[in-house]
T-cell receptor, first 111, second 119 residues
Framework: GQQVMQIPQYQHVQEGEDFTTYCNSS?????IQWYKQRPGGHPVFLIQ?????EVKKQKRLTFQFGEAKKNSSLHITATQTTDVGTYFC???????????FGPGTSLSVIP | GAVVSQHPSWVICKSGTSVKIECRSL??????MFWYRQFPKQSLMLMAT?????????EQGVEKDKFLINHASLTLSTLTVTSAHPEDSSFYIC???????????????FGPGTRLTVT
């Protein structure tokens, strides 16, 4: 079945450093979504990428969808302590399909 | 963003009893809701897809007679854990899908989750 993988599993960075998490799917995706879950909280939708090669920015966050629509990345510039949490990517094989979550990347930011 | 509520936020029950969890979309109609389970420090595992007015679709390995899902209206889905056992203790999260074909909008909004502890 469809699998969504993420690396790294954990990342510890010094405040101010950059951070990147990578997401890979075993199949071509219709779109990919990114979520952030703070410790003790629930997943919060960040963004959806639909087009091949698409790049979207949200302040210090840059999201990219690969040309083959099988991988994606989330890059955070100059991390802050408020960025702490687990970042999940989630892929859909078709527009009407269920969402399959990756295992997540847990980010710790050292002040 | 859209709001999804879940009730209760936490529940402790005795082994063998049943527990019902409600998921509501508060400001949009959701023809599709999803139920996930999340163990500590793990990802969300999809349990079932709930479609309004029809039977839920369960993922492989999820017992449909144990996890009863009812999507009675466009804003409410319920998950009932029947004859709960300690291994059912987990964090259950629902999400409601806001799918608008005309605009291409397709977003999921998650409820705050329900922590179930079975003693």
């Amino acid at each position: 079945g469809q699998q969504v993988m993420q690396i790294p599993q954990y990342q510890h960075v010094q405040e101010g450093e950059d951070f990147t998490t990578y997401c890979n799917s075993s199949t071509t995706l219709s779109n990919i979504q990114w979520y952030k879950q703070r410790p003790g909280g629930h997943p919060v939708f960040l963004i959806q990428l639909v087009k091949s090669g698409e790049v979207k920015k949200q302040k210090r966050l840059t999201f990219q969808f690969g040309e083959a629509k099988k991988n994606s990345s989330l890059h955070i510039t100059a991390t802050q302590t408020t960025d702490v949490g687990t970042y999940f990517c989630a892929g859909l094989k078709t527009s009407y399909d269920k969402v399959i979550f990756g295992p997540g990347t847990s980010l710790s930011v050292i002040p | 963003g859209a709001v999804v509520s879940q009730h209760p936020s936490w529940v402790i029950c005795k082994s063998g009893t049943s527990v019902k969890i409600e998921c509501r979309s508060l400001d949009f109609q959701a023809t599709t809701m999803f139920w996930y389970r999340q163990f500590p420090k793990q990802s969300l595992m999809l349990m079932a897809t709930s479609n309004e007015g029809s039977k839920a679709t369960y993922e492989q390995g999820v017992e449909k007679d144990k996890f009863l899902i009812n999507h009675a209206s466009l804003t409410l889905s319920t998950l009932t854990v029947t004859s709960a056992h300690p291994e059912d203790s987990s964090f259950y999260i629902c999400s409601a899908r806001d799918l608008q074909l005309e605009s291409g909008r397709d977003e999921q909004y998650f409820g705050p989750g329900t922590r179930l502890t079975v003693t």
